[in-house]
């Protein structure tokens, strides 16, 4: 049960997204480091496919930004950054509570054997 296809893409989505969190948090810490550059967290391309094999089981990608930079070569965007640490932090309490759900009735099955 806790090795089917489901779980371990619910496992890869949460090391993913985690994965994400940091590097926005990274990016917001250097918003103003000339030269940075904004990494970028990639991972659902590749847990779609992997799902779709009968796996599961993948490990994000980091790359840096594309985007375009300041004067100081700097390209990190707040508002993006911002936007995107609400979307992954919801997904990420999304992704949680399936695997609790999947854990509590895992726990519920057992108590009544």
Not at 71 to 90: A, K, Q, R
């Amino acid at each position: 049960m806790f090795d089917s296809v489901t779980t371990t893409a619910l496992t890869s989505a949460l090391d993913g997204l985690s994965q994400r969190q940091r590097a926005i948090a990274d990016n917001i810490a250097n918003v103003n480091t000339s030269g940075y550059r904004a990494k970028v967290v990639a991972f659902e391309d590749a847990l779609a496919a992997s799902v779709a094999r009968g796996d599961g089981d993948v490990a994000p990608a980091v790359t840096e930004s594309r985007a375009a930079t300041r004067l100081n070569g700097n390209n990190v965007n707040l508002d993006t950054e911002t936007l995107t640490n609400i979307e992954t932090v919801l997904r990420y309490q999304f992704a949680s509570q399936a695997v609790g759900g999947t854990f509590s009735s895992v726990q519920t099955a057992l108590r009544t054997s």
